[in-house]
């Protein structure tokens, strides 16, 4: 059995300044844009600079003007792209070492060098792998993201030729996290995003800064027909003490089911990778409804209990259930939130975080052999189940 903590904080429904906080600290790369030059967001929120400051190998490439459209970021316009070296990385200097941050990579091929070939290739946080990207869509966007502890006080992140076509980048973040969110995360562990899911949205809007102070990416999640999708129009402050800090725009939207007592979803781990990768989930809850009901239910994953006991969202209080202990040893994942026999209401669910815990080598830099202290594959299939 896993063993699960469930985390309880009262708020307060008043307008607080929390999730407006400031960007300080943050460090926003806009890969291939010309040197001095900026972009922002669609939304005005944030601005990238240039990354010739960080890396001077690669060349920077435009995408094919066929693949801009009116919603696509301005960061995935230009990539900047390395057809020499093994090993390219970023310097990332002036950070805090031992704090955490988020560091997230993005990358759109848009057909920028003409070949409209598919791509394959790694990423590393200095010496140690984070994931491999494989790109065979040009119009596709793909996002990878790792929270961590800095051991030095700067970072390297590195895209790895494998032989399977060249590496390149749309965009790189990086973003301070509290010390004590995401208690999972320490000196020798990391932990690696495979999704990160906004659940019963009313629109398809990506949550980010500022409704989120660490810009962490919320994506809109529903299951029509089969859930109902509520929510609220009052503000959620967190509390001091929180351990995700979920934020106020993400847990006024949840899911409940359609004439039914169960939530349900799934994720499948590709046959070819190792069953027993780890992971690590967050399941967010708050309940938008005052009632004299009652909401109670059970958490359990491939049928086996994940909480121990049945679980009741309290109202005005937001509450996360965590593992302790990563789980592993399966290739599908079936998480199953049933009403119990005493329950009126069926189960609610606010948000969903899922991870693959990564172990950390000690060795920070890059000795220049090209060897890489640890190596996991992991392609996965998030789904929903009727």
Partial sequence: MVLWFVFIAC????????????NTGFVSIDCGLPEKDISSTLTRTLTYSSDAQFIDAGTNYNISAEYITPTLSPQYFNVRSFKTGIRNCYTIKYLVAGLKYLVRATFMYGNYDGLNKEVVFDLHIGVNYWKTI????????????VIFVCPVDYIQVCLVNTGLGIPFISSLDLRPIKNHLYPAVNSSQSLVLVRRLNAGPTDTTIIRYPDDPYDRMWEPWSNFPYWNETNTTSYIQTSPNDLFEAPSAVLQTAVIPVNSSEIQFLWFVDPTDDKFISYVANLHFYELIQTDQKREFTITINDVPWYKHSFSPKYLYQDTIYALRPIDGFQLYK???AATVDSTLPPILNAVELFILLPVSAVTTDNGDGEVSFYLKHNLIFNFAD
């Fill in 11 to 22: 708020f307060l429904n008043n307008a607080g300044v929390n999730g407006q906080g400031d």
């Fill in 134 to 145: 494989n790109i065979s869509d040009p119009g596709k966007t793909t996002i990878a993201e």
């Fill in 335 to 337: 998480v199953t939130l």
